[in-house]
């Protein structure tokens, strides 16, 4: 069964920097594009960024773009979000999930990792 | 890159038929056939139920149906049971490359 397992959310600062991570499993990672989806405490799901298969193109929601960098290492099955200058509307729960086919459409999920940035 | 409408909540009674909405813009839902939807219980990552607009993936009930039209997309729950309880979300890829959520639904069964 397909893992994507989150980790590196905790509590920061305002301006402060995290480095969320996404571990996948049982599936052939490097054929995937792969995506971080975001949801705020008490709010509904936002879109943040995906990375294409071979890590070479990103896009990125314009509430991020400029302050988040996806990034993607294929040896190592794993997803990475640089999370910097963070403000407190970044506080949410971050998920990774496995893109299988054009559209964009998220058939696996991670648990879900929590940052909180409050000073 | 505004979110997509969706009512913030419908409600329906054990064996009833229901319809989400979900409205976007011709350079969204209405441009591409790139319509997911996703259900999430309380506390739980979303689960896809439909991709591309009507397909559903492997092991989702039948009772879950897809269609569009112009810029709006539905979501048809037909035999609506209590396990149904949950928040809907819809998806959809747009003309700038990116994806965008809908604002979500609450399903209540009565």
């Known amino acids: 069964q397909v893992q994507l397992v989150e980790s590196g959310g905790g509590l920061v600062k305002p301006g402060g920097s995290l480095r969320l991570s996404c571990a996948a499993s049982?599936?052939?990672?490097?054929?995937?594009?792969m995506t971080w989806i975001r949801q705020a405490p008490g709010k509904g799901l936002e879109w943040v960024s995906y990375i294409s298969s071979n890590g070479r193109t990103m896009y990125y929601a314009d509430s991020v773009k400029g302050r988040f960098t996806v990034s993607r290492d294929n040896a190592k099955n794993s997803l990475y979000l640089q999370m910097n200058s963070l403000r407190a509307e970044d506080t949410a729960v971050y998920y990774c999930a496995r893109i299988p086919r054009s559209g964009g459409s998220c058939d696996y999920w991670g648990q879900g990792s929590q940052v909180t940035v409050s000073s | 890159q505004s979110a997509l409408t969706q009512h913030a909540s419908v409600s329906g009674s054990p064996g009833q038929s229901i319809t989400i909405s979900c409205t976007g813009t011709?350079?969204?839902?209405?441009?591409?056939?790139?319509v997911s939807w996703y259900q999430q219980h309380p506390g739980k990552a979303p689960k896809l139920m439909i991709y591309?607009?009507?397909n559903r993936p492997s092991g989702v009930s039948t009772r879950f149906s897809g269609s569009k039209s112009g810029n709006t997309a539905s979501l048809t729950i037909s035999g609506l049971q209590a396990e149904d309880e949950a928040d809907y979300y819809c998806?959809?890829?747009?003309?700038?490359?990116?994806?965008?959520f809908g604002t979500g639904t609450k399903v209540t069964v009565l």
């Open positions: 011709s350079s969204d839902v209405g441009g591409y056939n790139y």
């Open positions: 998806s959809s890829y747009t003309s700038s490359n990116t994806l965008v």
């Open positions: 591309d607009v009507n």
């Open positions: 049982k599936f052939t990672f490097s054929d995937y594009y």
